[in-house]
Each structure stands twice: as C-alpha cells, then as structure tokens.
C-alpha cells in the first residue's frame, strides 16, 4: 500500500532497490565539504553495519588524501567475516539522496569509515574492489524506518513536520 | 569551513546515475551472459552500454562520448554470480 500524507505531517520516503536475491541498493550524493566533493555513489543498505563506510578505492576516487587521513585523523580496526582491516575516519560527511516526491533528503554525518582495501589475492578480486559499493550503515538507517513493499522496491521512511503544525 | 553548494545539476547528475544503477541491478544477469568478467558501463538508463577489459579503458570510452563517468553505472560484471557477505 502506497502512504502518502499523514494527518500532522509528511511521509519523506527514499526508494531503495530491493530485488530478491539481491543486496538492497540506495543512491546518493556522497557530500564532504572541507574536501570539496560532491559525486554520486551507489550504497548497500547493510543494518549488520554499524557506520557508513567507503572503500579505499572508492574514496580515492572521489578524490580523498588518505595519506593525510593516515597521518591526522582517527585510525580504528574493522572486524568482519572476511577478517579484520584498518580504516581511517574521514569527517564531515553529508548524503543527499532524493525522495520519491524529488525532495531532497539531506543526511549530515559525523565520520564516515574509510575501509582499507584488502591485500588482493587475485585480479577477480583487484577488478571486483574497483567497482566495490560504499556501505550505508546503521548511523544512517536507523534514523529511518525500512519499509519492504512491493515487489523489488522497499524505503527508507520517516515522518516529518510540516512548519506550522 | 567552506560548504558545497548542491546545485540543481548536481541532483540531476544524480538522477541520471540513479537511473542507470537501477537499470544495471535489473539486467545484471544479461549483462552476465553478454560480457562475462569485463568492465561495464550503463548510459541513457540502458540505452547505451559500453564494456572494456580494464577499468581505464572504459573510462575512456566514456570520455570519447563526451559523457560524464560520474552519471554512468560502472561495475566489473563476473562471470559467476556472486554475493557480498557484509
């Protein structure tokens, strides 16, 4: 069932591609101010992670110095089932994605995690890291209900107030 | 600390991009029978798809229609299907 309007306020849904069988997928413009980007990236919905998180490949890309992220900023340990890897956090991080009425959905974050890359094993693997999503994490989902709908779509969503009301 | 303006362009971009992901995550098994372990480049929301051996020469092609790499979907199509385990 589609949910419009509520009675004191406005449904902000985000679809995500949700196809069976398949990782949930959601857009956005991945937005980090001091560094000057602003580009759009493909995200996994994943609640099994706690933070948002960026691929190292992906993040130098998108043009970020992790040389000086290595030598500035917080360096933490990620655990996972395919092992443990370092990371780095890179701050002041906003996601604007778009809801399905076009609004735009402006998501500021702390930090985000900026995964190492693992140590490549093979070109599968080299080639496959290239094109590797960046994760939207639990920092995010969860300021959303997720909503499973109708076949291949669900949405993130959440009520918000209309001034005044 | 200086702010980036998001401009109507930019939403645009990410229309476009939006488009075309969807479009690949639709037809992924097609693109898997056509260009098994090759790079590949969705445009136009399907209309228009472009494959390479590595990653910079994709980019190229991209260039050569004066497109921007940013709005296309790009990703390494395997010759297997597999999923991520997060």
Redesign the interface.
């Known amino acids: 069932m589609a949910r419009s309007r509520l009675k004191d306020g406005r449904l902000q849904r985000i679809k995500v591609?949700a196809?069976k069988g398949?990782?949930c997928?959601v857009?956005?413009?991945f937005?980090?101010?001091?560094l000057?980007?602003?580009?759009?990236q493909?995200f996994?919905v994943?609640t099994?992670?706690v933070h948002t998180t960026v691929p190292e490949t992906k993040a130098r890309e998108m043009g970020v110095d992790l040389e000086i992220l290595d030598k500035y900023k917080v360096k933490i340990r990620m655990g996972?089932?395919?092992g443990v890897a370092d990371a780095r956090m890179l701050g002041?991080v906003r996601l604007?994605f778009?809801a399905t009425d076009n609004s735009?959905v402006?998501e500021k974050l702390q930090s985000v995690v900026v995964l190492r890359d693992p140590v490549i094993c093979s070109e599968?693997e080299r080639?496959?890291l290239?094109?590797f999503p960046c994760?939207l994490g639990l920092d995010i989902i969860r300021r959303f209900t997720l909503r499973f709908e109708e076949k291949?779509f669900a949405y993130l969503e959440r009520e918000t107030a209309i001034a005044g009301s | 600390m200086a702010t980036v303006t998001i401009e109507k362009s930019d939403l645009e971009r990410l229309a476009e991009f939006t488009k075309n992901t969807n479009w690949l995550l639709e037809n992924v098994e097609n693109l898997r029978a056509k260009y098994p372990d090759r790079y590949v480049a969705v445009l136009d929301s399907g209309n228009q798809v472009l494959d390479a051996q590595t990653l910079e020469e994709l980019t190229e092609k991209i260039h050569q229609r004066a497109r921007d790499p940013e709005t296309c979907a790009i990703e390494f199509v395997t010759r297997e299907r597999y999923l991520l385990l997060l």
């Open positions: 591609t196809i398949e990782h997928i857009t956005a413009l937005v980090c101010d001091h000057g980007i602003k580009t759009p493909k996994i994943d099994g992670s996972g089932i395919g002041n604007v778009t735009s402006e599968e080639n496959i290239r094109t994760i291949n």
